[in-house]
């Protein structure tokens, strides 16, 4: 007698793999356009290059493909200004935050070109300068780009490496802040000397080496 064995196989349903689609565009860009990112939940990558205009390149990633309607991408010029927007979709009148729509912003601007606000609502802060990897990583409280306050050029990338919350001041605000709190307009001053400082010290090192090397 010949024994059969039966073998069921259980087929399981696997869950789908996130929905991803990417986004490329080359935007022109007038002199002294001023640049606007705002997003929600973003990983963002700002180079500083040669090239005279913007190149935005965007990958969104969610749960499904409805998901993401929910954050759409527009790039665009408005108001003489080139605006860059991932925003999620407001739920009953509250704004979106969503952490599994996700959004990776690479932006390869001219080295002169002006940022003139970066927002993002979750993320984390890598600044880079174009010749070295990695110039430093900030935490909560802390302040990059200062020295543009007092009118100094920006010099070095930004990348978010994790979630965070960034809040813009620009030169106005600045001047309103000063007359308003004091101590914290102080704060800011000293982080400007500080950067002012350290890039002193960087270039008299390089140029240390340069001359040792000659």
């Known amino acids: 007698m010949i024994g059969f064995s039966l073998v069921l196989a259980a087929i399981v349903a696997l869950p789908p793999a996130d929905a991803t689609d990417r986004v490329s565009r080359v935007v022109p860009l007038a002199d002294g356009a001023p640049i606007h990112v705002d997003a929600t939940v973003a990983d963002v990558t700002i180079v500083g290059s040669n090239r005279p205009d913007v190149l935005v390149e965007?990958?969104?990633?969610?749960?499904?493909?409805?998901?993401?309607s929910s954050y759409p991408v527009v790039i665009g010029q408005r108001d003489g200004a080139?605006?860059?927007t991932v925003l999620q979709t407001p739920i009953n009148g509250e704004?979106?935050?969503?952490a599994n729509l996700?959004?990776?912003?690479?932006?390869?601007?001219p080295a002169t070109a002006k940022f003139e606000s970066v927002r993002v609502f979750e993320g984390r802060v890598r600044v880079t300068s174009e010749?070295?990897?990695?110039?430093?990583?900030?935490?909560?409280g802390e302040v990059l780009g200062a020295l543009s306050l007092a009118g100094g050029p920006r010099r070095a990338s930004i990348e978010t490496l994790s979630r965070c919350r960034l809040?813009?001041?620009?030169?106005?605000?600045?001047h309103r802040l000063a007359a308003n709190d004091?101590?914290?307009?102080?704060r800011l001053l000293e982080n400007i000397a500080r950067e002012?400082?350290?890039?002193?010290d960087a270039a008299l090192a390089a140029r240390m080496r340069a001359d040792s090397e000659g």
């Open 182 to 186: 004091p101590p914290v307009a102080a």
């Open 167 to 174: 809040l813009r001041l620009g030169r106005d605000g600045f």
């Open 95 to 98: 704004p979106g935050r969503d």
């Open 196 to 200: 002012a400082a350290r890039r002193a």
């Open 102 to 109: 996700k959004t990776e912003i690479a932006i390869t601007a």
């Open 131 to 140: 010749r070295h990897a990695v110039m430093a990583e900030l935490g909560a």
């Open 58 to 68: 965007i990958v969104r990633r969610a749960p499904t493909a409805a998901d993401l």
């Open 82 to 84: 080139l605006h860059i």
